[in-house]
């Protein structure tokens, strides 16, 4: 059993900045996340991209924002469960709750954070009979290191941004050998900027666009070796490529968290915006996991979501002290 002072379910950026907020109130963390690796959003979606409104910085990228919230939090020793979706969570008769991972992993403490984002999310895959037989073998859903692809065929599959921008990204900074962008309809999604640029791209021959067309099949022995694209009007069309990348977003959805007897409003937990709790008595929800007026998903206003919360988690714990705000510039990092 892993006992602390308070659980927060999710690494996101909300998640990471709150363990070095509840650190200075002498609040120690424990975090659980279904992902591999901490991050959230900003290191499984968008890790290379810039983010230009995090107060301090003009321009950070994603990956770069969330080794610094790492870094900034490693004072206060936060312990981590990854790889792990908390499915469970039990209030005991001491007012502590116990909060139970898919893989059995027990976590015990007075207070849960529910940092959990946009929830656990699953990429929208296309209804392609053997794709599974190719995940990870030449078949991503998400690009996460674009340098992966140096050199390689890529099949791109998608009609909004992510598509888009990676297309032009991967071909214009000629790290992939060859670009070839399917989708399915004759427009697109995306930002008008980023669609004129894959027509001028195509035009001059950087990247090959193929529009009303669909990936419907893919072969190859051992990983991928080429992907069979039925056109509306030419007909089947098959191409060789080292990789096929549909990118058609992501499906959030709140998992298990959704029967936790939490008051939900479309997809979100409700929460008093006094101190972010919700309607159990020790459970707390940041980020962008919570709803209320004007709630504004992003970042910058889970950080502050995640400051307040701990002010009130520290009064729950200790009904009898009193806690005195302290400048850091004053108090410094007193870590554990
Ligand atoms: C392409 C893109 C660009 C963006 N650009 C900006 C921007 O420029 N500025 C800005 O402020 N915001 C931006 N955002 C939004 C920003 O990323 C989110 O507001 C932010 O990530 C929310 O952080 P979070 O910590 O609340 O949740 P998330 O980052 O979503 O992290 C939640 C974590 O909780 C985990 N989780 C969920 N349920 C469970 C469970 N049951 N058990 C275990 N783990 C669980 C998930 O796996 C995830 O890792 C952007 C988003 C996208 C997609």
Redesign the pocket.
Known sequence: MIETDIII???????LFTVFEAGLLKLKCHL????PQPG???S???PK?P???IPGFPTILAGELIDNLMEQAAPFKPGFTLGE??VSIEKQADNTFIVMGVKGTKHKAPIVMI??????FEPRKPPIENIHDYEDKGVEYIIKEPNFYKDKTCVIAGGGDSALDWSIFLAEQKIAKKVILVHRNSSFRGHLDSVQKVIDLAQSGVIELITEAEVVGLSGKDGLESVIIHHQKDGEIVKNTDHFIPLFGLKPSL???ADWGLEIEKGAIKVDTLDYSTNIPGIYAI???NTYQNKL????C?FHEGTLAVQSAFSRIYPDKKNILKYTTVNGIQGF
């Open positions: 379910i999710g690494t996101g950026p909300v998640g659980i996340d279904s992902l959230g959003q900003c499984e979606i968008y991209k983010i230009y409104d979706a908390a940092a959990g984002g946009l929830g656990v998992g298990p968290i980020g962008d996991v998903k992003l970042i910058l889970g």
